[in-house]
């Protein structure tokens, strides 16, 4: 289970005037843990990770905008997939799936109706943060039989 918020520590509202805006820009969810524990420099904590001052805390941003960019990229292209095979009624198994973002692993990550998405690689411990977890395959195919509908209606609505 991933951790919702990034935890940061600081001594100070100049330490927070630095930070604060480099994660709000990334939309990084965190909350403030207070000071750190003995007079140090700040840091953040997420999922077990600790990093280390504000240079530390600039690389765990672009790391966290890196991976949210792969996030999107492996969606997009099994949203394209599922329209591919929406449109032609043509579809293999593997289609259903999502590669994982993260190691590159082809068509891991599966839905199951009881659990959501989960990856089949154990060597892997990718799962998609709730902030950008993938429609199910159900709502997606509801969303383009709904984009169907619209082109019929649209098709009278718009007519001589
Ligand atoms: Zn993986």
Redesign the pocket.
Known sequence: MSQKEAWVYTNDLEEQGMIYPLLQEANIPFVEFGPTSEEGTPYLEYNHFRFDGIDAIKDFVEQWKKEERAIKKVVREWMERMRRAYETRQSGSSDYDID??????CR??SYYPDKGWQ?T?R????TFPGHLMPPTPDEFRAYLEHEGLQQRIEMFLNSE
């Open positions: 994982c973002p993260v190691c590159g692993g891991d990550i990856n690689n060597d892997c411990s990718f």
